[in-house]
């Protein structure tokens, strides 16, 4: 009888794997070419330079290293956050979403002739008619809304039987998926005008005296308060393939998420595809979560030029 050794799972499974004590590999590659530059200029001018002066440029190089190596910033290691500095600083900052002619600003903007815009490289190539996202060469990605349950105030067996159905339905997954959970910004004015204009034609006074205390509550609680709705969204990806790609990959992310919609309706989760105007507003939404949301109406085209003041 042969007996099985067990093996400790980090909770974090993308912790990089400890080499030499609690040294990566990674680290270890810094540090052991830190010590490699330093000897290898020690044995090129040691005899000609005194040790003192050898000692003092060696010293900030070494502790240099090792800030690279062991630092962080932010959770993230310091020599990829250096790296990421000198990337951003490189890249140009001024970017434009469509790769055609930029058109010259018009003749009474006294403007300094500054660096050209490059285009913004998105992954995101357009929203198709049926609100999937067209990733180009990566496919495309079918983006549905899911509703949410109160799983603590289920008992032990109702909890054990959504985390089942949860279970299978991600063992049942054949491509990639993305769990989203974001939250956005909430406008009350519209339900607030609503109440108000409700209010008038309300057949009891009482009524009418409720619905007007209950829209100024609505009204001073978004005056005082950052009202946040949390979304949960599930994203469907499929890789295009062959000449008909596209349209393979959309026929199969639309299984995927109806698949996903049958399943999770046992847990009394709703999943809704989102059409081509919600995808259109949740990824301008990206841009600036914080913002409020824009209206149809001012969202310009990739060829338009934008102004502070607006379009011209």
Request: aromatic residues 4%.
């Amino acid at each position: 009888m042969s007996w099985v050794e067990p093996v400790r799972i980090p909770a974090d499974v993308e912790q990089p794997d400890k080499i030499i004590g609690s040294f990566t590999a990674r680290q270890l590659l810094i540090l052991g070419g830190t010590g490699a530059l330093l000897y290898a200029a020690y044995m090129a001018v040691g005899e000609h330079v005194p040790l003192v002066v050898c000692a003092a440029v060696s010293l900030p190089i070494a502790v240099a290293g090792i800030l690279l190596a062991i630092g962080q910033h932010d959770g993230v290691s310091l020599d990829r956050y250096v790296m990421a500095a000198i990337r951003h600083h490189r890249s140009p900052k001024h970017l434009v979403s469509t790769p055609e002619d930029i058109p010259m600003p018009p003749a009474w903007i006294s403007a300094t002739p500054g660096p050209q815009p490059a285009l913004l490289k998105l992954p995101a190539r357009g929203v198709a008619g049926d609100g999937l996202i067209d990733l180009g060469p990566d496919g495309v990605a079918a983006v549905a809304e899911v509703s949410t349950v109160s799983f603590a105030l289920r008992t032990p067996d109702e909890q054990d039987a959504l985390v089942a159905v949860f279970g299978r339905w991600l063992n049942s997954l054949s491509g990639p998926a993305q769990i989203l959970v974001r939250a956005e910004r909430v406008d009350l004015s519209e339900t607030v005008g609503t109440l108000e204009e409700t209010a008038r034609r309300l057949p009891h006074p009482a009524l009418a005296v409720a619905a007007l205390e209950h829209a100024a509550f609505l009204a001073d609680l978004s005056a005082r308060h950052d009202l946040l709705r949390r979304q949960v969204l599930l994203i469907i990806r499929e890789p295009a393939v062959g000449a008909n790609g596209r349209e393979a990959a959309a026929a199969r992310a639309l299984r995927r998420l109806d698949e996903a919609s049958r399943v999770l309706s046992a847990c009394g989760l709703s999943v809704r595809l989102l059409d081509a105007r919600d995808v259109t507003r949740l990824l301008a939404s990206c841009f600036d979560p914080a913002g409020p949301a824009l209206p149809e109406q001012d969202l310009a085209l990739p060829s338009e030029v934008i102004t502070r003041g607006g379009r011209w």
